[in-house]
């Protein structure tokens, strides 16, 4: 069994607490097919990332303007949330919750960093039913800098009051995963959304299907991940 010792967590939001890329991959094939790009779902997963209003630049170049790109991400975002909630219950990853709860129990502190939007990640933590349990929550629009930059979790460590390198990560994405060996610290990847080959170039401590079968304990001043 592995262990690793730590001082908080930090989770990345999509494809890690809830297996939701294909919903966002969706809204985008239906958002772009509306702009005259009609994407299949395997390209829209293998070549649209990041920030909405970045991929809209990279995508169209000056063809809108910054407030058309503004209005046509919020489109995209809510057309994601309307899909997603209809069937929110089966897209959480199974033991995220039960993890979640055993961590708070503990009282480790924790925290969510998403490169998500504002209205997006509250949707999620509100249908996840974990506020309460978080010490902060960090999103698109509170940073000014993306993954793999890791300002992100080094956010939400400084809110908790832990040094970020003593923070364990979790994350599905490479981008995501990056971050964390760019912060210095530890990360667990959940295969959600991408499988273990795409991240040979990475330090990853460990990869799980989901959530299931780790725990926290406390030992002394300083908590303990277990992973079997």
């Not at 509250?122 to 793999?148: A, C, D, Q, T, W």
Request: proline share 4%; aromatic share 8%.
């Amino acid at each position: 069994m592995k262990n690793l010792p730590t001082q908080a967590l930090l989770f990345d939001l999509d494809g890690t607490l809830v297996d939701n890329m294909m919903v966002h991959h969706r809204a985008w094939q239906r958002k772009l097919k509306e702009l005259g790009l009609d994407y299949s779902l395997e390209r829209v997963k293998a070549e649209i990332h990041g920030v909405n209003l970045e991929i809209l630049k990279n995508l169209f170049g000056d063809r809108f303007t910054p407030e058309e790109r503004e209005q046509i991400a919020w489109d995209k975002e809510a057309a994601y949330r309307d899909i997603f909630a209809a069937d929110f219950a089966a897209n959480i990853v199974p033991g995220a919750l039960d993890f979640i709860r055993q961590a708070h129990a503990a009282g480790i502190p924790m925290a969510i960093g998403t490169a998500g939007p504002k209205e997006n990640a509250e949707f999620v933590v509100e249908n996840l039913g974990i506020g309460h349990l978080m010490g902060h929550l960090v999103h698109s629009g509170m940073v000014s800098r993306g993954k793999p930059d890791p300002e992100v979790f080094q956010q939400g460590a400084d809110a908790l009051g832990v040094d970020l390198k003593d923070c364990i990560i979790f994350e599905d994405s490479v981008t995501g995963a990056k971050a964390a060996n760019n912060a210095g610290c530890p990360v667990v990847v959940l295969t959600t959304t991408h499988d273990e080959p795409e991240f040979t170039k990475l330090e990853v401590a460990d990869f799980r299907p989901d959530f299931r079968g780790m725990k926290i304990e406390k030992t002394g001043q300083e908590f303990r991940l277990f992973l079997d």
